[in-house]
């Protein structure tokens, strides 16, 4: 079946801009996670969800940063105001349950804040 | 923050010989996992250890946990041009519920 989804694969902005990262996770899975990689470093761990319900937060950077999951299935990842320091690749995994703990990833998006 | 660190950060080595690449962690886990990506992208799951076990194999790669020591290696044998990659370890430390925490990631080249 078809692996979890990531739109758009690049997304250029301006400093100041509102963007919203879209993740279609595998169907079926209900756990629902967003990390975010910098050049040179590995992922960093955003927030998760299980369900429709932000089950830990606790990596988003600020409050800039904002994700829903309405549906408990497709994911958005919303940032306000960016900055230059948002640049870096959205990453977009999803795992079968809570305590699955194999998580497969998407391509991720890449964001450059200009 | 990140909880592991790879080590050797870019390792390059000729195809058909083994590579070893090394993590290590700070807290208790639950488990540890070996990811590969390729060209800053997405990540690809290659394996999972549990805290209670001590080696895994699955095809060309063996995993090693040493929770005593807070350290885990990655072996690939008989290495292909295909396996050229960044690898991360990435540690679990709440049962699956949470985000994983990864490492910096070693730079795998393999020259034909």
């Known amino acids: 079946g078809a692996g979890v989804s990531q739109t758009p694969s690049n997304k250029v902005t301006e400093k100041g801009k509102y963007v919203e990262l879209r993740c279609d996770p595998i169907s079926g899975h209900t756990a629902l996670y967003w990390y975010r990689q910098s050049l040179g470093q590995g992922p960093e761990f955003l927030i998760y969800?299980?369900?429709?319900?932000?089950?830990?937060d606790s990596g988003l950077p600020n409050d800039r940063f904002f994700a829903v999951r309405p549906e408990g299935s497709v994911s958005t990842l919303k940032i306000q105001r960016t900055e230059r320091g948002d640049s870096a690749v959205y990453l977009c995994?999803?795992?079968?349950?809570?305590?699955?703990?194999?998580?497969?990833f998407g391509p991720g998006t890449r964001l450059l804040v200009l | 923050s990140q909880q592991g660190e790879e080590d050797p950060q870019a390792l390059s080595i000729q195809e058909g010989e083994n590579a070893t690449m090394n993590c290590s962690y700070k807290t208790s886990i639950n488990n540890l996992q070996w990811y590969r990506q390729n060209s800053g992208r997405g990540l690809v799951h290659l394996i999972l250890?549990?805290?209670?076990?001590r080696e895994k194999h699955s095809g060309r790669l063996r995993v090693t946990l040493d929770t005593s020591k807070k350290s885990s290696s990655l072996l690939i044998t008989a290495s292909r041009a295909a396996d050229t990659a960044s690898y991360f370890c990435?540690?679990?430390?709440?049962?699956?519920?949470?985000?994983?925490?990864f490492g910096k990631g070693t730079h795998l080249i393999i020259q034909p």
């Open positions: 250890i549990r805290s209670n076990e």
């Open positions: 995994a999803s795992s079968l349950g809570a305590y699955q703990e194999t998580q497969y």
């Open positions: 969800f299980q369900g429709t319900g932000a089950a830990d």
């Open positions: 990435a540690t679990d430390s709440g049962g699956g519920a949470d985000g994983l925490t």
